[in-house]
DNA sequence: AAATTAAGATTACATTTGTAATCAAAAGCG
DNA sequence: CGCTTTTGATTACAAATGTAATCTTAATTT
């Protein structure tokens, strides 16, 4: 599959959260929260479906677009190429960074402790 | 600062390692790692130069490249921005997927709890 | 000293990306 | 039924990127 860009992922991640949905709601969001324009935030639909990480059935006149691609795998494999890129495969350096900044909420926390948890539940199994 | 690309962190990563380092160390480094062409690699110095990212003395005829921007810094602003563009903020799914493939090491998991038992304890206090 | 080599500087070039504008066709309005 | 609007399709275009080749100059070899 083709590399999504950063614009690309922006429409992307619309799609993932409320699919299907029309080109002109993509539109409406991205116009509100990022200020994209309307004709770029087409060119991304387009580029996303030549990329077939969309597609798309007719309703009308119009498209509803829906995801090709599952977000999950689509989180796992960019985490794994960004950790590896950024932190030679390490995890544990990523989070403590977010950690020293403060930046993890008791929720993070609440998770991580769940995670490790089953973690250790696994081994010890 | 100009966004650094992935190729250019390829060098970068090199560099951080081992600063300070002659180019041709870099090219041998690239060249056996990732099969990159010599010519490709002095690109990259040259841009990383051009974006501020490098400084260099001159050795002889040579030159010396050291870093210009701080490796943990760079780490952390990717980060953060990684994780809003594909998690939409939150770490701990990240962590999550690596988790659920079985990809955390013991080293992460302990490294994971300290995290943990440290940031607890910064909210106690 | 002439020829060859090595280092950095400059130039090249296709592809991708961000950001739109223009075009064509269909649908709705007056 | 023409005119306007809407929607997707096509075209545009500069900047960034990956990947090198060529040029210039200085050093090394013979």
Chains 1, 2 share one sequence.
Request: aromatic share 8%; glycine share 4%.
């Amino acid at each position: 599959m083709k590399e999504i860009s950063n614009a690309e992922l922006s429409v992307l991640n619309i799609i993932w959260q409320n699919a299907p949905l029309g080109a002109s709601d993509v539109v409406e969001a991205l116009a509100s929260s990022q200020g994209m324009h309307e004709k770029t935030v087409k060119t991304l639909l387009n580029r996303l479906v030549k990329k077939q990480a969309l597609g798309y059935e007719k309703e009308g006149r119009a498209y509803l677009y829906y995801p090709l691609i599952d977000q999950s795998e689509y989180q796992l494999k960019e985490s794994q190429s960004f950790v590896e890129r950024v932190f030679a495969g390490k995890v544990a350096p990523l989070v403590a960074g977010f950690a020293k900044q403060k930046q993890l909420s008791p929720e993070d926390i609440a998770e991580l402790k769940a995670l490790i948890d089953d973690w250790e539940e696994e081994q010890s199994s």
